[in-house]
């Protein structure tokens, strides 16, 4: 056998090995792994091995690396959901079997922008009705939101007091949201959004920008959803075709 070879499958152990560990509860979440010196030691393989396999780990996301520090167990994601089901904030924390707030930050009338008047297809100048929020799972917060709608599809005396903005448009104008088109941005400390979730230094958030339509095609809202890349996860089926 190659020492390629021979390294690859020494890297395959130590990841499952490591993976076996995590899951027995001999590593918890957010506890500091050995130095690679006594990892090597322990599992009785080349530090060379042990690295390739940390960088597997690490690209799963089971590991943190911090530079300088050390190696961490990343905890694991509260809530999974594949990218092509479109459900509301409030729904997939209902799904964890968690109970959902929302923070209400502030909340104003705007003028829109030249991109609002393209993403909601020429929308009247009635203005842009701008919405920020933050989300909490049990009373933690894990989403940071903003919203827009336009003041055009807004029944008079609205209120946005509702933890659900799918079902608060739906009951309130109608609008029964039907899809979305989202592009999704992972993006590393933010210092506002990062403050506001209460993230550590080290942990990403993911930002998924969606423009959402309704029943009848037309585009009713826009949201910027702030994710904690340590508390969801999103993956996606793909088919070939």
């Known amino acids: 056998?190659?020492?390629?070879?021979?390294?690859?499958?020494?890297?395959?152990?130590?990841?499952?090995?490591?993976?076996?560990?995590?899951?027995?509860?001999?590593?918890?979440?957010?506890?500091q792994l050995p130095s690679e010196f006594k990892l090597s030691?322990?599992?009785?393989?080349?530090?060379?091995?042990?690295?390739?396999?940390?960088?597997?780990?690490?690209?799963?996301?089971?590991?943190?690396?911090?530079?300088?520090?050390?190696?961490?167990v990343n905890p694991k994601p509260l809530f999974l959901s594949g990218i092509e089901q479109l459900n509301s904030v409030t729904k997939m924390i209902e799904q964890a079997s968690m109970t959902p707030g929302t923070i209400f930050m502030s909340s104003q009338v705007t003028d829109p922008t030249e991109d609002d008047l393209l993403r909601f297809q020429n929308a009247d100048e009635s203005g842009i009705f701008l919405l920020e929020r933050v989300r909490t799972a049990n009373g933690v917060p894990v989403v940071y939101c903003l919203d827009?709608?336009?003041?055009?599809?807004?029944?008079?005396?609205?209120?946005?007091?509702?933890?659900?903005?799918?079902?608060?448009?739906?009951?309130?104008?109608?609008?029964?949201?039907?899809?979305?088109?989202?592009?999704?941005?992972?993006?590393?400390?933010?210092?506002?959004?990062?403050?506001?979730?209460?993230?550590?230094?080290?942990?990403?958030?993911?930002?998924?920008?969606?423009?959402?339509?309704?029943?009848?095609?037309?585009?009713?809202?826009?949201?910027?959803?702030?994710f904690r890349a340590d508390k969801f996860r999103f993956h996606v089926v793909r088919k070939r075709f």
């Open 41 to 72: 030691k322990m599992l009785g393989v080349t530090r060379t091995a042990l690295r390739e396999a940390l960088k597997v780990l690490e690209d799963e996301n089971v590991i943190i690396r911090r530079h300088g520090v050390g190696t961490f």
């Open 148 to 226: 827009k709608i336009p003041m055009s599809i807004l029944p008079d005396g609205f209120s946005h007091e509702q933890e659900s903005m799918f079902e608060w448009l739906e009951n309130k104008s109608g609008a029964v949201i039907s899809y979305a088109v989202a592009d999704i941005v992972p993006i590393g400390f933010h210092d506002t959004i990062s403050q506001i979730l209460e993230c550590d230094p080290e942990t990403a958030l993911l930002l998924l920008k969606q423009i959402h339509y309704d029943q009848h095609d037309k585009p009713v809202l826009y949201s910027l959803n702030y």
């Open 1 to 31: 056998m190659s020492i390629q070879a021979d390294n690859q499958q020494l890297c395959l152990k130590v990841i499952d090995r490591i993976k076996e560990d995590i899951q027995k509860g001999v590593y918890c979440e957010n506890e």
